[in-house]
């Protein structure tokens, strides 16, 4: 499988392959996403089909939200992975964050003398483009004591109600239930006039790759 260009139209006559490879590493590095992970090479399973319909309507500005849930291993990320590296071509860049790393960042900040909590959570609500993996794993969207909210799920739910609020594009993926998540987030999810709530109801690839 070919790799896609780092930027478009940079090839030229005297281009080096290894220059190429190396630019194309680095956007990768940049965006925080597989080389491997493209549309071209995802495997269509029954199931993925509303997804991937949906990605691409979000690619194309129908909509300017887009949720995907499902069980884990049925190709999420390597379609969140693939939706940044399209929107790159289009000249937009979209860098791809996994929510616990996301979390661990943003607590690290909480005492930190070098960087600045509410500076970085207004990085994550208003950025122009924004794509985060694995919304809830590792318990990030555990409901705090007494009825209040947990540390992910105050930070989600304020991620998510800025970014609705001013219409900047958010791709997201989970495999929490989503009548689960905070009220104030599930109906701005479920809002299809600006968001895509999509099940990924394709089954676990995961044992079938290994050859189990």
């Known amino acids: 499988m070919n790799r896609i260009k780092s930027t478009p139209n940079t090839k030229t006559k005297n281009s080096r392959p290894e220059i190429e490879s190396e630019l194309s590493a680095s956007i990768d590095e940049r965006l925080r996403i597989n080389p491997n992970y493209t549309f071209e090479n995802f495997e269509r399973v029954p199931g993925s089909e509303s997804v991937i319909k949906a990605l691409k309507g979000f690619i194309a500005g129908q909509r300017k939200m887009c949720c995907i849930y499902?069980?884990?291993?049925n190709g999420k990320t390597h379609l969140l992975h693939a939706t940044s590296r399209e929107l790159y071509k289009r000249g937009k860049f979209a860098r791809v964050y996994v929510f616990p790393e996301l979390l661990a960042y943003l607590r690290s900040a909480i005492n930190s003398d070098?960087?600045?909590?509410?500076?970085?959570?207004?990085?994550?609500?208003?950025a122009e483009r924004l794509i985060i993996d694995d919304v809830g794993a590792a318990d990030t969207l555990k409901p705090g004591r007494d009825g209040e909210l947990g540390f992910g799920e105050r930070v989600f739910e304020q991620i998510i109600v800025s970014r609705y609020e001013r219409d900047l594009m958010t791709l997201i993926s989970t495999n929490v239930d989503i009548e689960s998540l905070t009220q104030r987030v599930k109906s701005r999810l479920k809002d299809r006039e600006k968001c895509y709530l999509v099940l990924n109801k394709a089954e676990d690839y995961r044992p079938k790759k290994n050859g189990h």
Do not use: I, P, T, V
């Open 70 to 73: 499902g069980e884990a291993g």
């Open 114 to 126: 070098k960087l600045n909590y509410d500076d970085l959570l207004f990085r994550y609500c208003f």
